[in-house]
């Protein structure tokens, strides 16, 4: 079983739908949780990161966290033809230096 | 800051051949990750350098992958011999370090798109 498991869509919405994009994940000694978003042919960059449970709000973007369940969430709210691009979930332990990667969604919204 | 440098960002060779890719991280991290990426595995890790010094390189796939750090500024991975397997695209990414990590991330190079024929 990989630690980070993440559907790998591809996932189309027409402009302004809300958007989820889920992972779930295995170790339960993860942390910090991230979400990078990477536009074709270019690298990931970071979005956003949450630490241990709750929620964490940026502009139209919000990450949640359920411990609990090992379960993470991405949503974004009046999702934008600009926003169409592969999202990718990370996550490590405080003390680790290695993100551990789901295989991430591709995600595209039509104007 | 120009950001990760990775060159080439393409790469077509044979299989059998040589493969060096190269890396030039941002100046002042001091930490240096290799990692690939495929359709069906994601990213994975192949090894990460600190202060230039291999931490981990229990991802590389088998011997015919080398790394090294000669110094702060530059990083080569190399594939030898290659073989059409070894086809993904291969990131380098650099983080200043420090804890937490997640609160400095990664910053990733536009990467190089390898494929072996």
């Known amino acids: 079983q990989k630690e980070v498991e993440q559907d790998p869509g591809p996932l189309s919405v027409p402009e302004g739908a809300i958007v989820s994009l889920n992972c779930t994940y295995s170790?339960?000694?993860?942390?910090?949780f991230m979400w990078y978003r990477q536009y074709s042919r270019k690298g990931p960059e970071l979005l956003m990161y949450?630490?241990?449970?709750g929620n964490k709000e940026d502009g139209r973007f919000t990450a949640q966290v359920d411990k609990s369940s090992k379960y993470i969430s991405l949503f974004i709210r009046d999702s934008q033809p600009s926003d169409s691009a592969t999202y990718l979930c990370?996550?490590?332990?405080?003390?680790?230096?290695?993100?551990?990667f789901g295989t991430g969604t591709s995600l595209t919204v039509i104007p | 800051d120009a950001g990760v440098i990775q060159s080439p960002r393409h790469e077509v060779t044979e299989m059998g051949q040589e493969v060096t890719l190269r890396c030039k991280p941002i100046s002042g991290h001091d930490y240096l990750f290799w990692y690939r990426q495929t359709m069906m595995r994601g990213l994975e890790l192949l090894i990460y350098f600190n202060n230039n010094v291999p931490i981990d390189d229990s991802g590389m796939p088998e011997d015919r992958f080398s790394a090294k750090m000669p110094n702060a500024s530059f990083s080569t991975l190399k594939i030898q011999p290659s073989e059409p397997r070894d086809s993904a695209v291969y990131f380098c990414?650099?983080?200043?370090?420090?804890?937490?990590?997640?609160?400095?991330?990664?910053?990733f190079g536009s990467g190089t798109r390898l494929t072996v024929v």
């Open positions: 170790n339960s000694a993860f942390q910090y």
């Open positions: 990414a650099s983080s200043p370090g420090g804890l937490p990590l997640a609160n400095y991330g990664y910053t």
């Open positions: 990370a996550m490590s332990r405080y003390t680790g230096n290695q993100f551990y």
């Open positions: 949450t630490y241990s449970s």
